[in-house]
């Protein structure tokens, strides 16, 4: 009886065995299955895992006998989709006391221009490494931008975000701003003869709209930033151009003073002299100097003699290939009176 007890057990034992086996295979492959479904899901997920605000709340007590009993549930709240969004507008003025030396309201060599750059986070997540760069078509110093060292505007509303969660301690760049919260950034540009004579052409910024060289000083401002979600990095950027007039006033004058005005006899020698000046502030190129002699175009021609001192302009036998402003040059023609000047011109 005894070794049939055993014998029935063991039997009963083998045969839960081979139905564990049986469960235990079955149970491995859903397992595996269910593994290998996860992954695929988690490798496509586009929400990620950490979009959701998630809450669980136990309730616990006693039952009669000292039982103790729980219960639990949890809610789930989705969050926002994120929108990162920055955007960036550049203002340009004379700096005050002085910066438009001369009050025309247009850029002259010496003028002080303030740049102001206002970046706003209108997105609705908070932003990373907001920068500022700045390019014009001038040729003086690169403007330097300076980033601020407090926020412009602060926007605490519950739609627009929080007090106190832009923060900096970079001077390179703006650590974090939050969401409507508004930083200014700043740039100083000093207007150089440069800029006239080269009438703001050259980069091919064009923010004037015209073709260059436009005769303004073109700029574009652009804000970059990063919107940092603990997985991914998503950059988002803003430009914005502005320009200004520059002062482009060219002139050009010439005076002719002859060497005898007065009785003039024949045979005398007149030597004439005449000055031509850049009287503008851009240089004047391909000058030739023309003159009609008693009604005579081309009878005398005048001859190129020296620039001033200190002048850097250029010139190629009797025609300036560049007057500087504020350059001059001299040329001299030389006339013989004749016997017919004096028996007709009385
Ligand atoms: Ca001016
Ligand atoms: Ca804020
Ligand atoms: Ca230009």
Known sequence: MENNSIEETGRNLLRVSDAQIKR????????LTTSLLALALAAFQIVPAFATINNTVTASGTAPGGIPVTGNANATVAVIVAAPAVSVVKTIAFAPAGGDANGNGK?????????????????????NDVKVTDANDGVGAAVVVVVPTVVTTDNGSAAAGTLGDSVNASTTKWDKLGPADVITFTGTYTVVAGDIASAGGGSGIGASGGAEPDGFLDDKATATANYI?????????????KSI???????????????????????????????????GNTPVTNINLADTH????????????????GNTSTHTGNTINSLSPGDSATYTATYTVTQTDVDTRQ
């Not at 850029?107 to 932003?127: H, M, Q, R």
């Not at 979600?229 to 151009?241: A, F, L, Q």
């Not at 002139?251 to 009287?279: C, E, M, R």
């Not at 008693?294 to 001192?309: Q, R, S």
Request: hydrophobic content about 40%; proline content about 4%.
């Open 294 to 309: 008693n009604g005579i175009a081309g009878a005398l021609v005048p001859a190129f003699v020296a620039f001033n001192v």
């Open 24 to 31: 235990a295979s079955r149970t491995k492959f859903r397992r």
């Open 245 to 279: 007039k520059l002062n482009i006033a060219p002139g050009l004058q010439v005076t002719k003073v002859a060497s005898k005005t007065t009785n003039a006899a024949a045979g005398d020698v007149i030597t004439y002299t005449y000055t031509v000046k850049n009287t």
């Open 107 to 127: 850029a002259d060599p010496g003028d002080v221009l303030n740049y102001k750059f206002t970046v706003t986070n209108n997105g609705n997540v908070s932003l």
């Open 229 to 241: 979600n603990g997985v991914t990095t998503t950059p988002v950027t803003s430009s914005d151009k």
